[in-house]
């Protein structure tokens, strides 16, 4: 347990400075924008008013699945998992849940250096008070960048800067954010399909014997899916299937 909040408090703590300048956090006491403001009526009566701040911060809230998705290894890895159980012909195990949860502690472990650098570079400094908001956040996205555009195909952003007409750029590390991510994600679902039709391959040969051998035997009426699930199974178990699986997507982004 102690590890895994080693690991997972750089993230959260990255994740909380993203809304830092909204919140108003490192600023002197007094020039924040008040979460709650108190106005007095002629009558004399008060009146409570929630300012924009929390409208804002809710609004900024709905964008953290997305970071997570998004701007991490998380994506690759829950469509690799999809695409397994769908050659095992499983329908609904392991449970949806169940790959999220696997994928989301998968994911900790494999961006565990970048969310450290973060830490290090950004959320502790800004902790201590040695740098404000708006450059704990610059510095944040520093190893965040590298990370993505380490990841990020070259025929993939410049499809995106054709799109948006960008000038031709000096180097990679001057491509806009905007740019950059869903580039990421495109090179992302790419390398994603790519590994799970490798995947799917064995599985389709399994399925296509099965499926021969029933015909030539006639019995045309029985599912071929149903007699070679436990084959899959089988073959899956036997080559260690889940530390396969784990450690090419690990290695798939040079963990």
Same mark, same amino acid.
């Given at each position: ?11 959260? +703590?990255?994740?909380?400075? !993203? ?32 300012? &924009? ?28 998992? +999809? ?56 510095? +944040? ?7 993505? #555009? ?34 990421? #994600? ?14 799917? #391959? ?9 499926? !021969? ?13 149903? &007699? ?28």
């Amino acid at each position: 347990m102690a590890n895994f909040v080693n690991r997972s408090g750089p993230a959260i +703590a990255f994740l909380l400075l !993203s809304f830092a300048p909204i919140l108003g956090f490192g600023q002197e006491s007094g020039t924040g924008i008040p979460a709650l403001s108190l106005t007095t009526n002629p009558d004399g009566s008060q009146e409570y008013s929630v300012t &924009i701040q929390i409208l804002a911060l809710m609004t900024g809230l709905t964008f953290l699945p997305a970071i997570l998705m998004m701007m991490t290894s998380f994506t690759r890895i829950i469509i690799v998992f +999809a695409i397994l159980r769908q050659a095992l012909g499983l329908q609904q195990s392991p449970s949806n849940q169940i790959m999220v949860g696997l994928a989301l502690f998968l994911t900790l472990f494999i961006m565990s250096p970048v969310f450290n650098q973060v830490y290090t570079d950004a959320v502790e400094p800004y902790m201590n008070e040695q740098m404000d908001s708006k450059t704990a956040l610059d510095s +944040a996205l520093v190893p965040m960048r590298s990370f993505m #555009i380490s990841q990020t195909r070259e025929s993939d952003l410049k499809l995106f800067l054709d799109i948006g007409r960008y000038p031709s750029l000096d180097s990679v590390d001057d491509v806009p954010l905007a740019v950059l991510m869903p580039a990421f #994600i495109t090179s992302e679902l790419k390398t994603a399909f790519q590994i799970g039709f490798m995947i799917f #391959i064995p599985f389709l040969v399994i399925d296509l014997v099965v499926a !021969s051998v029933l015909m030539a035997m006639g019995m045309m009426m029985l599912s071929p899916l149903i &007699i070679s699930l436990p084959f899959k199974l089988m073959l899956f178990v036997l080559v260690d299937g889940w530390a396969m699986i784990i450690g090419s997507l690990a290695a798939s982004f040079g963990v």
